[in-house]
């Protein structure tokens, strides 16, 4: 699972935004989505996670599914056992839909401020019901670009998404010395509201959320956007003013 680096303090984002039933809606509809490919073709390899399959990326999203149920009933400070790989024969995409079914079941028991335990630091369940979301999200995705044309991402989750990234991601997880000098990035969303001025390099990050001039800017469709944040696709799906190497820069700088 991408999370951010044992150590960091990662923020809970925007309380505004997708609600709890959202989440779990979604959640349970990628599962399915990426249950269906693995049952149409789980040999198929996985361009966007080089070196996987769909079903070694069905067996990464179970895993992490299953983690997350068990992190929930675990007091903090105490450590997380690792999840089995599924046996041989195991019918993936059954065992990955029990999967999601047992951690909707974990997150309704333990509710929205139950404490999760994990490596170096706890988040209430709501962080990880939006992380493990946007972790199946995004992996369906993958498996369906893996055996053809996969679908958009819905504009309000995927908006999401990118506030995610912001606030979690790109703090913990991209390399300001090697980004180099500092930069400015304007994301704009053209099919709904959504607008970020992030800045880069030699020091934090810094995100606003607000029409400003970058260094750059990129426009396009909220899932595009979401899908460049996450290196899964380049700027020539996105209309792109302004210095294009520091759009290389932010994908070679980035760790998730």
Same mark, same amino acid.
């Given at each position: 699972?991408?999370?951010?680096?044992?150590?960091?303090?990662?923020?809970?984002?925007?309380?505004?935004?997708?609600?709890?039933?959202?989440?779990?809606?979604? *959640?349970?509809?990628?599962?399915?989505?990426?249950? /269906?490919?693995?049952?149409?073709? /789980?040999?198929?390899?996985?361009?966007?996670?080089?070196?996987?399959?769909?079903?070694? *990326?069905?067996?990464?999203?179970?895993?992490?599914?299953?983690?997350?149920?068990?992190?929930? $009933?675990?007091?903090?400070?105490?450590?997380?056992?690792?999840?089995?790989?599924?046996?041989?024969?195991?019918?993936?995409?059954?065992? &990955? &839909?029990?999967?999601?079914? =047992?951690?909707?079941?974990?997150?309704?028991?333990?509710?929205?401020?139950?404490?999760?335990?994990?490596?170096? @630091?706890?988040?209430?369940?709501?962080?990880?019901?939006?992380?493990?979301? /946007? %972790?199946?999200?995004? =992996?369906?995705?993958?498996?369906?670009?893996?055996?053809? #044309?996969?679908?958009?991402?819905?504009?309000?989750?995927?908006?999401?998404? !990118?506030? %995610?990234?912001?606030?979690?991601? !790109?703090?913990?997880?991209?390399?300001?010395?090697?980004?180099?000098?500092?930069?400015?990035?304007?994301?704009?969303?053209?099919?709904?509201?959504? %607008? @970020?001025?992030?800045? &880069?390099?030699?020091?934090?990050?810094?995100?606003?959320?607000?029409?400003?001039?970058?260094?750059?800017? !990129?426009?396009?469709?909220?899932?595009? &956007?979401?899908?460049?944040? @996450?290196?899964? !696709?380049?700027?020539?799906? *996105?209309?792109?003013?302004? $210095?294009?190497?520091?759009?290389?820069?932010?994908?070679?700088?980035? #760790?998730?």
């Amino acid at each position: 699972m991408t999370t951010p680096a044992p150590g960091t303090t990662p923020t809970s984002g925007p309380t505004s935004g997708p609600t709890t039933d959202d989440y779990r809606a979604a *959640l349970v509809a990628a599962t399915a989505r990426l249950a /269906h490919v693995e049952t149409v073709n /789980h040999d198929a390899p996985v361009s966007t996670c080089p070196g996987w399959t769909v079903a070694r *990326l069905v067996v990464h999203v179970g895993r992490i599914h299953r983690w997350v149920a068990i992190a929930l $009933d675990t007091p903090h400070g105490q450590d997380v056992p690792a999840v089995a790989r599924p046996s041989s024969g195991t019918d993936l995409s059954r065992w &990955l &839909l029990d999967g999601a079914d =047992h951690l909707m079941d974990a997150f309704t028991a333990a509710g929205p401020d139950g404490r999760v335990s994990s490596p170096g @630091w706890e988040q209430p369940a709501h962080w990880w019901l939006r992380r493990t979301t /946007h %972790e199946t999200i995004l =992996h369906a995705w993958d498996a369906q670009a893996a055996v053809g #044309s996969p679908a958009a991402l819905g504009a309000a989750m995927a908006v999401d998404g !990118i506030d %995610e990234v912001m606030d979690v991601f !790109i703090p913990a997880g991209l390399d300001q010395v090697a980004f180099g000098p500092r930069r400015s990035i304007h994301l704009h969303c053209t099919d709904t509201e959504g %607008e @970020w001025l992030v800045t &880069l390099g030699e020091g934090p990050a810094v995100v606003e959320r607000h029409h400003a001039k970058g260094d750059v800017a !990129i426009r396009g469709n909220a899932s595009d &956007l979401l899908l460049w944040c @996450w290196n899964r !696709i380049g700027p020539d799906r *996105l209309e792109v003013f302004g $210095d294009v190497d520091v759009l290389k820069r932010y994908s070679d700088a980035t #760790s998730f």
